[in-house]
């Protein structure tokens, strides 16, 4: 009795405990990844995001002033300021600090280090400090302090201004936003249009070879994308379209041509025959038949490979490199920007995921606008 069809199986709490686990494994990286590109350099490195909303024990390296604002005052030279202004953490509170590395906590807050001929050095516990010398202050450069600090949450847009308005080449994703979709809107749109005829001729048009056809397409789906690279390359290359978006335009829509017919000619097949037989007896065309009735019904088909389609462009990165040769920098896309991001020494972290945000936020707007097509399409031909 426990296998009679519309009777609620006992296992339903694992499939619902399961499918929630799988969606907080999902969200956790982009949780992570959004939290952390509105968080300091300092932040990244001391505490990880899931910490950020708490106050934070951090150890900072700051310089005061330079000499060249000192103030003559009371017979003595004096340089006077704040420390978490002068550095780029927020407010916060000193508990130790001290002027080595060696020695970060060789001094409690509030409290006076005897530097020799350097002067009296003061750092209270709001970040306040007071450097004084019976002597001027000489050199180029402020003091370097060691401190301890207990900071507040703090978050910031600073990351995105840099990112998206910096005039640097090095690390505006703003060009390289606009090149992304440059090149990912044409070559999703391009490889649908020329699939959608190809699929409507293979699933109700009858001609010789269609049988091998449709499995010429199939195998082409197991071809590896890096074989088919250089040789397209010098193809290109050899007809002039190689450095620029033609050329990759065009190998994205060649990469994406036998997915795209295999969906969609699935899908059409799966079609009510009744309704094209009608059409065809009231004297329309193949041509009007395909417009007016398959690719109305086929559109849950075409969303669902214009999302694959657009995912796969817009998160390119061997394409790009090889057919987008632009030393200029002109036609860089944003997964090779991020990576320039990193630079030789993996650093910039707060920009890298700043900038890895921004990359995803596309994508995300698009897979969500468009799931409800996903499972109808790929369902396609799958009941009868």
Same mark, same amino acid.
């Given at each position: 009795?426990?296998?009679?069809?519309?009777?609620?199986?006992?296992?339903?709490?694992?499939?619902?405990?399961?499918?929630?686990?799988?969606?907080?494994?999902?969200?956790?990286?982009?949780?992570?990844?959004?939290?952390?590109?509105?968080?300091?350099?300092?932040?990244?490195?001391?505490?990880?995001?899931?910490?950020?909303?708490?106050?934070?024990?951090?150890?900072?390296?700051?310089?005061?002033?330079?000499?060249?604002?000192?103030?003559?005052?009371?017979? %003595?030279?004096? =340089?006077?300021?704040? !420390?978490?202004? #002068?550095?780029?953490?927020?407010? *916060? /509170?000193?508990?130790?600090? @001290?002027?080595?590395?060696?020695?970060?906590?060789?001094?409690?807050?509030?409290?006076?280090?005897?530097?020799?001929?350097?002067?009296?050095?003061?750092?209270?516990?709001?970040?306040?400090?007071?450097?004084?010398?019976?002597?001027?202050?000489?050199?180029?450069?402020?003091?370097?302090?060691?401190?301890?600090?207990?900071?507040?949450?703090?978050?910031?847009?600073?990351?995105?201004?840099?990112?998206?308005?910096?005039?640097?080449?090095?690390?505006?994703?703003?060009?390289?936003?606009?090149?992304?979709?440059?090149?990912?809107?044409?070559?999703?749109?391009?490889?649908?249009?020329?699939?959608?005829?190809?699929?409507?001729?293979?699933?109700?048009?009858?001609?010789?070879?269609?049988?091998?056809?449709?499995?010429?397409?199939?195998?082409?789906? %197991?071809?590896? =994308?890096?074989?088919? !690279?250089?040789? #397209?390359?010098?193809?290109?290359? *050899? /007809?002039?379209?190689?450095? @620029?978006?033609?050329?990759?335009?065009?190998?994205?829509?060649?990469?994406?041509?036998?997915?795209?017919?295999?969906?969609?000619?699935?899908?059409?097949?799966?079609?009510?025959?009744?309704?094209?037989?009608?059409?065809?007896?009231?004297?329309?065309?193949?041509?009007?038949?395909?417009?007016?009735?398959?690719?109305?019904?086929?559109?849950?088909?075409?969303?669902?490979?214009?999302?694959?389609?657009?995912?796969?462009?817009?998160?390119?990165?061997?394409?790009?490199?090889?057919?987008?040769?632009?030393?200029?920098?002109?036609?860089?896309?944003?997964?090779?920007?991020?990576?320039?991001?990193?630079?030789?020494?993996?650093?910039?972290?707060?920009?890298?995921?700043?900038?890895?945000?921004?990359?995803?936020?596309?994508?995300?707007?698009?897979?969500?606008?468009?799931?409800?097509?996903?499972?109808?399409? #790929?369902?396609?031909?799958?009941?009868?």
């Amino acid at each position: 009795m426990d296998n009679i069809a519309g009777q609620k199986s006992s296992l339903t709490w694992a499939v619902h405990i399961s499918v929630v686990v799988l969606v907080v494994l999902w969200l956790l990286p982009t949780v992570g990844l959004l939290v952390s590109s509105f968080r300091s350099a300092d932040q990244i490195a001391t505490t990880g995001w899931w910490k950020s909303l708490f106050p934070q024990e951090q150890n900072l390296v700051i310089r005061t002033e330079r000499p060249d604002a000192q103030e003559f005052i009371d017979g %003595v030279y004096v =340089l006077e300021g704040n !420390l978490f202004e #002068l550095g780029d953490a927020a407010d *916060g /509170v000193v508990s130790v600090w @001290g002027t080595s590395s060696r020695e970060i906590d060789a001094y409690s807050a509030g409290e006076t280090a005897d530097l020799g001929d350097k002067g009296l050095l003061t750092i209270q516990a709001n970040g306040d400090y007071r450097f004084e010398n019976q002597s001027e202050f000489s050199g180029s450069r402020g003091q370097r302090v060691f401190m301890t600090a207990v900071s507040p949450p703090s978050f910031s847009l600073d990351n995105y201004r840099n990112v998206l308005f910096s005039n640097s080449s090095s690390s505006s994703m703003g060009k390289a936003f606009i090149n992304t979709l440059t090149v990912s809107i044409p070559a999703t749109i391009i490889p649908i249009l020329i699939a959608a005829f190809a699929a409507y001729a293979l699933a109700w048009m009858d001609f010789p070879g269609r049988a091998l056809l449709v499995a010429f397409v199939v195998g082409l789906l %197991v071809v590896p =994308l890096q074989l088919a !690279l250089i040789p #397209l390359l010098k193809l290109h290359l *050899g /007809v002039g379209i190689g450095k @620029g978006y033609l050329g990759v335009w065009l190998a994205h829509t060649g990469f994406g041509l036998p997915l795209a017919i295999y969906l969609l000619r699935n899908y059409m097949v799966g079609l009510p025959k009744d309704i094209i037989e009608n059409a065809r007896v009231d004297g329309a065309t193949e041509f009007q038949i395909f417009v007016k009735i398959i690719l109305p019904l086929s559109f849950p088909a075409l969303a669902s490979f214009a999302i694959f389609q657009f995912l796969w462009t817009w998160n390119d990165l061997l394409v790009a490199l090889v057919f987008l040769i632009d030393s200029s920098g002109d036609t860089t896309v944003m997964t090779r920007q991020i990576i320039e991001l990193l630079g030789s020494k993996g650093g910039n972290w707060e920009i890298l995921a700043t900038a890895a945000f921004i990359s995803i936020t596309v994508p995300l707007i698009v897979f969500f606008a468009m799931q409800k097509y996903l499972v109808r399409g #790929l369902l396609a031909g799958s009941v009868k």
